[in-house]
């Protein structure tokens, strides 16, 4: 099969190959011995690939490896007592191995995929959505009335913060740092838009009648301070990655004074160990994607041969909502 490989670890532009290799048994690492094995038609793009061919992520996979988290595509096989079977259209999280033209993914991580969304959309729908919904519902709380602050806005995390915001019955505001980002943040359904290099903080304050109840923070960075900042009364800053490149600290006599919360959202390490809680977000992701409001977004699309450019557009600060390698049309 054709397959994207990470061949050493000099980074996006040099690092990968086009290789033709074997076909993976149907077992998975997070499965061992079982696992659906699924024809991928496109393969979603992340930081942690970008991460990966610098040898900079915590999953250090011996060279050469195939990287790639998440797939959509076809069943061609799946374990006895799966909720998918051959034929299926699905979306799977495979967590590496997804460049590629066939992948294989553990049943409790692969889901139906409907037939709403193509296949590009299917390869967004996993990471970023169940991130959402983790970070927002499960860590932030979020309930319906309530408003949140989503930085990073029109990235793949944040369009999908967006729409699970929405689908839980919240307002969002988005950050964003150009006049495009503005476009793609109010196409995901922002309900506010504002700019990271403007008075974002008060205009958040202002927007959410004194201060926002959560925020949900891929970026960090010289931000954080003015996040916490934004917050209500008993609001809370949800962390999810560092784009912004540096690690925020805070001291928390912040927090005493105006009541308020950091939390944690590593959904990764806290959801791979419990097959039943990955079910379940399923369910709620695709019931959001059955009333209409989770419609990923396919920013770039990308023949495998152009995994660098994928790659490196995320690299570079340049993407917006999902790449996707398309392996097949
Ligand atoms: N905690 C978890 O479980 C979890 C799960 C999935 C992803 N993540 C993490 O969440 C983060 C966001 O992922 P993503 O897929 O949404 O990324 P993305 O699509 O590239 O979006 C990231 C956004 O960050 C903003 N940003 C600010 N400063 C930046 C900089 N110096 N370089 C690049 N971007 C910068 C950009 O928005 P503006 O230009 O508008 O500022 C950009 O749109 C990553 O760190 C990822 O590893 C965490």
């Not at 309930?143 to 839980?168: F, M, P």
Request: glycine share 14%.
């Amino acid at each position: 099969m054709k397959a994207v490989q990470i061949v050493d670890l000099s980074g996006p532009d040099t690092a990968l190959r086009v290789q033709d290799i074997p076909e993976p048994e149907p077992s998975h690492m997070l499965s061992p011995g079982s696992g659906v094995v699924v024809d991928v038609r496109a393969a979603g793009v992340s930081f942690p690939e970008v991460l990966q061919t610098r040898g900079e992520y915590q999953l250090k996979p011996p060279l050469p490896f195939v990287p790639g988290s998440e797939v959509a595509g076809i069943v061609r096989s799946a374990p006895e007592g799966a909720g998918v079977q051959e034929g299926d259209r699905v979306a799977a999280f495979c967590a590496l191995g997804g460049f590629a033209e066939v992948a294989v993914a553990p049943e409790f991580l692969t889901f139906p995929l409907s037939d709403e969304l193509d296949f590009a959309q299917g390869a967004g729908l996993i990471l970023n959505y169940h991130t959402a919904w983790f970070a927002l519902r499960l860590r932030g709380r979020l309930t319906d009335g309530e408003t949140v602050l989503v930085h990073g806005a029109a990235g793949g995390v944040g369009t999908a913060a967006i729409q699970v915001t929405k689908g839980l019955g919240a307002r969002a505001i988005a950050v964003v740092s150009t006049d495009a980002k503005e476009r793609v943040a109010r196409d995901a359904g922002a309900d506010e838009v504002v700019r990271s290099d403007g008075a974002w903080k008060d205009e958040a304050k202002e927007l959410s009648g004194g201060g926002v109840d959560v925020v949900l923070d891929p970026v960090g960075g010289d931000r954080f301070l003015d996040s916490l900042r934004s917050l209500g009364e008993g609001g809370r800053l949800v962390v999810v990655g560092f784009t912004g490149g540096s690690i925020p600290e805070v001291k928390v006599n912040r927090l005493l004074l105006n009541n308020t919360e950091v939390v944690g959202a590593g959904w990764g390490a806290y959801v791979m160990p419990k097959p039943d809680l990955n079910r379940e977000i399923g369910t709620a992701v695709n019931r959001l994607v059955d009333d209409g409001f989770v419609r990923p977004i396919v920013g770039a699309r990308f023949r495998p041969e152009q995994a660098a450019d994928a790659l490196k557009l995320i690299d570079e600060r340049g993407a917006t909502g999902k790449v996707v390698l398309e392996f097949r049309d």
